[in-house]
């Protein structure tokens, strides 16, 4: 069991009491929640600017505010604990460098990147009843692939940290250790990379969510690049514990395309 | 009256009709079962690997295949010379054949459209000014239902005739808006607004990037097109989105929309413009 400080957390479970208004702030998402005797009430709401993070808590002496659209779920009076999840995003990420990477013949580099997560909101017991799934951070749609056939996903703008000192802690990401090993003649030009997010987990750690690792081996582009996911927490942190599964079966190897070079994506 | 024709009745069904009658019952009943089952297993086979547009053509030539079949069987069983009645049917086909030209023709366009496959059940497709989604392609007709929720019947001859744009073929789709600007108005500035407005709105995709183009110098504005990529099911989120964005950030930006000014004069048309004096402002020394 991982040992934690004795303040609550944002994915820590809360017992919630009846005919009480709760809020939780993941900086860039405020969710609301609502018991009455059976039914339990959700709305979520984004501000303009991101917020402190905040666990769950009364909201006292204040009514919900009108603008709030809260939807309702029938769960039940044994039901009474809410615990907010973090999950990947149901759609695989293409994820573009702020400034183009090229990565040498024979060359590796490991990056790390931060993949805004989901929140889960899961009510309890008996089993976790997912009430919803709420996007920490709404991403732009983005297309991999030729204009008559390919992949609708989500886009993200990364640095491409170097080392973990230089990422920001935010409540609402979960960090993807990515390790490029360049096998081909050629220098790598890594424009953009799709991250099958759907086959990773979830790890949370004393202080940052994480993934699993990604290997990603390059070796030219008329061959597929070889995507390895990796096995358990990832080595950077200490005390990791899975908080959630992956979406989709963890397979061994994913031959997948998944570096880009094709320019004509942004022709007409 | 009623005693002698019913007397006739009994005498028609003499025990060896009314056994004709039950198997010709049974015959008919089985034939329908047997059809249904087919269709079903059909449908359960081709589940994976045929389209629904496919899916219904063998259905419904199981289904008429089979009602032909039945209707000779039953007419054996009534005594009915079957090669007579074919070779009657050949002449009547040719009567039937001159008398249905059209017809014809939008049965074999159909068969032509089916082959071809231009459009799949539940794709948007625009022919003319009509627009809707398939509901079913048919051998003489294609039906079609708007999006104000009218059923709308093409014949094939007329959509192999003429241009058909199949709206969902492909996954995204670019939507081109047109923009005039004040000819003040700073083109670099407007160029980075126009991209900041894209990728702030999660339907408009990334990639492909947003196309501005300058298109022309108008008579009061200067024209852009402005074309912006979308999954094809998020067009009305886009639509009703990014206009609105542009209009409230053009505003914060004080960038102007030129358009057409109407003046009203009331009365004779040969009045003189109205002019309004105002005092030159001292210049300061």
């Known amino acids: 069991m991982v040992k934690r400080n004795s303040k609550p957390e944002i994915w820590d479970s809360s017992t919630v009491k009846s005919e009480t208004l709760y809020q939780a702030s993941f900086s860039t998402l405020t969710v609301w929640l609502k018991r009455s005797r059976e039914d339990w009430y959700l709305a979520s709401q984004r501000p303009d600017k991101e917020t402190d993070p905040a666990p769950l808590s009364e909201v006292k002496g204040r009514k919900p505010r009108q603008d709030l659209n809260f939807s309702r779920w029938v769960v039940g009076q044994d039901v009474s604990t809410v615990q907010f999840v973090p999950a990947m995003p149901d759609r695989s990420i293409v994820v573009r460098p702020a400034v183009p990477l090229k990565v040498p013949a024979g060359k590796d580099a490991l990056f790390f990147m931060s993949i805004p997560v989901w929140v889960r909101v899961m009510a309890q017991p008996p089993n976790g009843i997912i009430l919803c799934e709420l996007p920490s951070l709404i991403l732009s749609n983005t297309w991999f692939g030729e204009p008559t056939s390919g992949e609708l996903c989500y886009a993200l703008r990364t640095r491409a940290m170097r080392s973990l000192e230089e990422i920001e802690k935010r409540p609402y990401t979960a960090i993807c250790p990515v390790s490029i090993r360049n096998r081909a003649p050629k220098e790598l030009n890594f424009e953009r990379l799709c991250v099958r997010v759907e086959y990773l987990h979830v790890y949370r750690g004393r202080q940052r969510l994480w993934t699993n690792e990604l290997e990603m081996r390059y070796q030219g582009d008329e061959h597929s690049s070889q995507v390895t996911i990796g096995k358990g927490a990832p080595k950077f942190a200490e005390d990791l514990e899975k908080v959630c599964e992956a979406r989709e079966p963890v397979e061994k190897t994913l031959l997948k395309q998944s570096f880009s070079f094709l320019r004509s994506l942004t022709g007409f | ?285």
Not at chain 2, 159 to 185: C, Q
């Open chain 2, 1 to 285: 009256m009623f005693e002698s024709i019913w007397a006739e009745i009994v005498g028609f069904f003499t025990p060896e009709r009314f056994r004709t009658l039950v198997v010709i019952l049974i015959v008919i009943v089985a034939g329908i079962v047997i059809i249904k089952i087919l269709n079903t297993l059909t449908s359960r086979v081709t589940r994976r690997y045929l389209s629904q547009q496919y899916k219904m053509l063998i259905r419904k030539a199981i289904r008429y295949a089979g009602a032909v079949i039945l209707l000779f069987i039953v007419l054996h069983l009534l005594g009915v010379k079957i090669t007579a009645l074919l070779g009657a049917a050949g002449i009547v086909g040719i009567a039937i054949g001159f008398a249905s030209q059209t017809s014809m023709s939008n049965l074999i366009s159909g068969l032509f459209m089916i082959s071809e496959k231009p459009f799949e059940i539940g794709d948007v497709i625009k022919m003319e000014t009509t627009v809707g989604i398939v509901l079913s392609i048919d051998l003489l007709s294609v039906k079609i239902r708007t999006f104000d929720n009218q059923y709308i019947r093409i014949p094939n001859e007329k959509l192999l005739g003429s241009e058909l744009t199949t709206i969902t073929r492909f996954p995204i789709r670019r939507m081109d808006i047109n923009l005039g600007v004040a000819y003040k108005t700073d083109i670099n500035h407007l160029k980075s607004v126009l991209q900041e407005i894209a990728a702030a709105n999660p339907f408009c995709l990334d990639e492909p990037e947003p196309l501005i183009v300058f298109t022309k110098f108008g008579d009061s504005a200067l024209e852009f097109l402005f074309g912006v990529w979308f999954y094809k099911t998020d067009f009305l989120n886009l639509k009703n989105s990014i206009m609105q964005e542009i209009k409230e950030r053009f505003d914060r930006e004080g960038i102007e929309i030129p358009f057409p000014h109407l003046s009203l004069y009331s009365g004779s048309v040969t009045d003189p413009m109205p002019i309004r004096i105002v005092k030159k402002p001292r210049s300061t020394p």
